[in-house]
């Protein structure tokens, strides 16, 4: 039970994107992608969701080569979080997490739809919102209306073996400190009910302390990837980004102000 | 991983109010049916002709000549309020309407070119009647080929160039129809102003039988699109992550509404602003969600199309107003409206 891509190559005619990653998502296992900015992070994300295939390589989804999965059947089993554009029309905020309902995927638990709903937006700390407008919101507001309706989108009636997979692209962007640690043990609380979920994140620290693996990627590769206290080094690091960084030990901390 | 594929009813009209409003609607939209058969140059009495007891007169007025008009409008009314909501939600942009991808446009083109030119050739007397209508619909379907090859298939990056590609249409159409206007005579000329500003008069039921049977069909194609068109107010990629097969739902609004908007124009003329206005007046009435919406922009757009058209035969009796100043005398104000009130947000 896995997400992964193997061999992923990807680029424009001026600049190769991605180079030969490979990569697993196991459920119940929160892996984190991080990088500098223009790294490949985002079309990495993108093609593990299905935006668009790579120009060598592939992903699959349990298994199986996701060209070989239609984009509805797709919707079922993984849910994608990530920058997103703003809504021009007035929905409520109910509306929006309604909308990652997917009917025909979910239809057979109609009846747990409204308490669905209502849990996921107490999970996300969005109930008190439902019946405002969504383009109201302050922007951490809607990320985290966008946030439950990811969550929504993979709801199942709890003990559920169904794999299913949560990716996300910076959750907690916009977020104050409180809700950014919310979210993100409400993500460590989903890994145990067994999904597997891949968050690109910047807060190197952060990543260092929610996730079960980490990615490095730079320059469109793969650098490292495995546990974060045995991959992140100094030395990397600070290659990788520019800058003077320093690790220290006990508790586990990157410093580099 | 075979699911069986159920229908999208449970989420229907979820709010109770919009229910309410709906039903409204459809209540006020018979009402406007029953007054505007009653009302005209020929008062009728609907009473008698149930009964059998009307003139023979009364009664072809009403079968033949109210009937059909009435019938026409409503349909004309809810194709347009519903190819409005649709492409406002595909678009994302509560500006567009059913003359921004240029179908109308290319219809209105196809219509004037038989008008002007088509009485140098010789034309079959049986088929008389259908030529305008014909060659405005191979207008409007020349542009949704040139707008569904420019676009590669109305594929995944093609929805601002589709705008503008619409924009280049209308400028072309609007050059032709006035070249076309400036060489015309005075008869073809009289025809044309009353066609460009849209009637209904002259509906008769053998040219509007087909095309309300096919405004119903792409009706009933379009109004099942509603959940995937909620969705895709989050974006296109997002829609296509929840499920929505966004080329697909492109195709089937695109072409729906060119079909029903093509036919419109070519039976009725050049009718503006009811297919962008019918939808804001129906959002602000009950709110946002397609499935609300899209059949409320229907029922909306009859109700206005027949009491625009019973305006039309009645403000400057026998005379007749072209119904196309109608709704833009009281759509141009209400479009004003919704643009001062948008910035002002």
Known sequence: ??????????????????????????????????GPNGAGKSTFLQILAGDFEPDSGFVQYDGIKLTKISI?????????????????????????IE???????????????????????KECFVFDLLEDKFSNLS???????????TLIQLWRPSGSQEPRYLILDEPTANLDLFYEREILHLVRKKAIDGFGCLIVLHDLNLAAKFSDKMAIIHNGELVKFGNPKEILSSQ??????HLKLTISENPFRINYY | MIRKIHSYSFLKFTD?????????????????????????????????????????????????????????????GASLGLSGASLQGLFRNPLADPGL????????LGATLTIVLGSDFVIYTALERYMIPISAVLGSVCIIVLLYVSTKGFSQKGIAYMLLIGIAVNAFATVGIAFLTFISSDLELRSLSFWIMGSFGGSEWVTILPGIIIISFAILWMIDSSRELDILQLGESEASRLGVDVKKLKFKVIISSAVIVGVSVSLSGMISFVGLIVPHIVRLLGGVNHNFLLVGSAIAGGILMSVADLGSRTLIQPAEIPIGLITSALGAPIFLWLILRSVRK
């Open chain 2, 101 to 108: 991808i240029g179908v109308s446009a290319g219809a209105a």
């Open chain 1, 139 to 149: 922007g951490g507001e809607q990320r985290r209306v966008h946030f439950a309706r």
């Open chain 1, 236 to 241: 990397i690091l600070s290659e990788i980004y």
């Open chain 1, 99 to 121: 909308m990652g309902w997917v009917e025909r995927g979910l239809s057979a638990y109609i009846d747990d739809f409204h308490q669905a709903v209502t849990k996921t937006a």
């Open chain 1, 72 to 96: 509805q059947e797709r919707s079922f089993c993984r849910s994608v979080m990530s920058q997103s554009q703003p809504i021009i029309f007035d929905f409520s905020v109910k509306q929006v």
């Open chain 1, 1 to 34: 039970m896995s997400i992964t891509a193997t061999d992923v190559s990807y680029g424009t005619k001026k600049k190769n994107i991605l180079k030969n990653v490979s990569l697993e998502i196991k459920h119940n296992e929160i892996v984190s992608l991080v």
């Open chain 2, 16 to 76: 109770f109010r919009q229910r309410i409003i709906i039903w409204i609607l459809f209540f006020l939209l018979i009402t406007s049916i029953i007054l505007s058969t009653k009302i005209g140059a020929f008062s009728i009495k609907l009473l008698e002709v149930i009964l059998n007891s009307a003139s023979p007169l009364n009664e072809m007025v009403l079968l033949e000549i109210r009937i059909p008009r009435i019938l026409l409008s409503c349909f004309v």
